[in-house]
């Protein structure tokens, strides 16, 4: 039988899959320097020999090694890996409650486009709202967990502007 990780490439791929799980192609290709299509066909050969497997999440296909992830750590690992739902996420934890006027001047986006992201965390069971009179404020719902997940899988490396943001987080 041949050993499916004998190709060079294929252990790169792999071995990127397996230090950051929740990845998707066109980031793997990033990453590695290689084209989509090139990514793709060995990513393809790794779960058809079932070494990782591959989910839909929220548009991207996002790959893991077989067998480590279960399907909670899969719905954070997906949020965690999208620059500007990692972005809303680091900020909220310098913060305990923040309204979204300012979380908009933290977080380069529109007014619509930060309500939609905010919504896609309290969904994913991620960020809770709180309301306090007539205002709401926005607080990370399982703080200690979101924390465990940064240390853990580091996504904010795979962005360069995120390098410097971990340190200035007084956690």
């Known amino acids: 039988m041949e050993d499916v990780l004998e190709l060079e490439t294929r252990r790169k791929?792999?071995?990127i899959i397996s230090k950051n799980p929740g990845l998707h192609l066109s980031k793997i290709a990033e990453l590695l320097q290689m084209r989509i299509s090139h990514v793709e066909y060995h990513v393809n050969y790794l779960e058809k020999?079932?070494?990782?497997?591959?989910?839909?999440?929220?548009?991207?296909?996002?790959s893991y090694i077989k067998g480590t992830i279960g399907t909670q750590d899969k719905r954070y690992l997906s949020v965690l890996r999208q620059k500007?739902?990692?972005?809303?996420?680091?900020?909220?934890?310098?913060?305990?409650?923040?309204?979204?006027k300012?979380?908009?001047?933290n977080v380069a986006v529109s007014p619509s486009t930060l309500s939609y992201h905010l919504n896609k965390l309290v969904k994913h069971?991620?960020?809770?709202?709180?309301?306090?009179?007539?205002?709401?404020?926005?607080?990370?719902?399982?703080?200690?967990?979101?924390?465990?997940?940064?240390?853990?899988?580091?996504?904010?490396?795979?962005?360069?502007?995120?390098?410097?943001?971990w340190s200035d987080i007084s956690i």
């Open 102 to 105: 300012e979380i908009l001047e």
């Open 13 to 15: 791929i792999f071995d």
């Open 49 to 62: 020999h079932e070494l990782i497997t591959i989910e839909k999440s929220t548009g991207y296909k996002r």
């Open 84 to 100: 500007t739902l990692l972005h809303i996420i680091l900020f909220l934890l310098k913060k305990q409650t923040v309204q979204h």
């Open 125 to 165: 069971d991620i960020v809770e709202v709180q309301r306090y009179g007539e205002h709401k404020g926005y607080q990370l719902k399982n703080r200690e967990e979101i924390i465990t997940w940064l240390i853990q899988y580091k996504p904010f490396d795979l962005y360069e502007e995120f390098t410097d943001v």
